[in-house]
């Protein structure tokens, strides 16, 4: 199993500025992704963080928004740019070794934007 | 499209008694399927999956699910529901090929004392 991390827990922020949310894994896994989970609804995938090049990016989210680096096998960066109160949000990373072995989920970020 | 319907957004139960959540899923093929757990200001944690074989899987915590192919569905039960219990329940189905999830509405459960 993995244990998964994140930085901040939760923050406040004034709109316009940006955030970076930290995700640690105590293992090396080989798939990392990002979540959003809007107020009162589901997860929606951001992108995979692929390690050592760009992230792969879902429909509606791009990269000059949602900035995300992985630098190793263990480690991930989201950056959400210029924000704005919609995106208010927890931002959640997830881990694992690809197939559909589990995924291991971090518990999240809680972002406000005002 | 895959997507998945939880069409449940709340349900309260009273403590010992059965629990059945319901998911139902679209998908071209063979689905991996997934049932997550997210308490208050935790992660989530996966409580059990289907990738082929028995159709009723047995979980952590005293959950299982029931894979029906001919009704779309994968429901999340338990005979006796537990205080503890109470939390956001996710249903998820694997996109084949990719790896990524894609997760139903959630369910959010209370239980009466």
């Known amino acids: 199993s993995a244990v998964i991390s994140q930085k901040p827990s939760r923050d406040i922020c004034q709109r316009g500025t940006s955030l970076t949310i930290q995700c640690q894994v105590d293992?090396?896994?080989?798939?990392m992704f990002w979540y959003r989970q809007q107020p009162g609804q589901s997860l929606t995938l951001i992108a995979t963080a692929n390690q050592g090049s760009e992230a792969t990016y879902e429909s509606g989210f791009v990269i000059d928004k949602f900035p995300i680096s992985r630098p190793n096998l263990t480690f991930s960066t989201l950056t959400v740019s210029n924000m704005s109160p919609e995106d208010s949000s927890i931002y959640l990373c997830?881990?694992?070794?690809?197939?559909?072995?589990?995924?291991?989920f971090g518990p999240g970020t809680r972002l406000t934007v005002l | 499209a895959q997507s998945v319907t939880q069409p449940d957004i709340h349900i309260t139960v009273s403590e010992g008694a059965s629990l059945e959540l319901r998911c139902n899923y679209s998908?071209?093929?063979?689905?991996?399927l997934f049932w997550y757990v997210q308490s208050p200001g935790q992660g989530l944690q996966l409580l059990l999956k289907y990738f082929s074989g028995d159709t009723l899987v047995q979980g952590i915590k005293g959950f299982e699910a029931e894979f029906k192919r001919s009704q779309s569905s994968f429901n999340l039960r338990k005979p006796s529901v537990h205080w503890s219990d109470a939390a956001e329940y996710f249903c998820?189905?694997?996109?084949?090929?990719?790896?990524?999830?894609?997760f139903g509405t959630g369910t959010r459960l209370k239980v009466l004392a």
């Open positions: 998908y071209g093929a063979t689905p991996y």
């Open positions: 293992s090396q896994v080989t798939m």
């Open positions: 997830s881990g694992g070794q690809g197939g559909f072995d589990e995924q291991f």
């Open positions: 998820a189905v694997g996109a084949s090929g990719t790896y990524k999830y894609i």
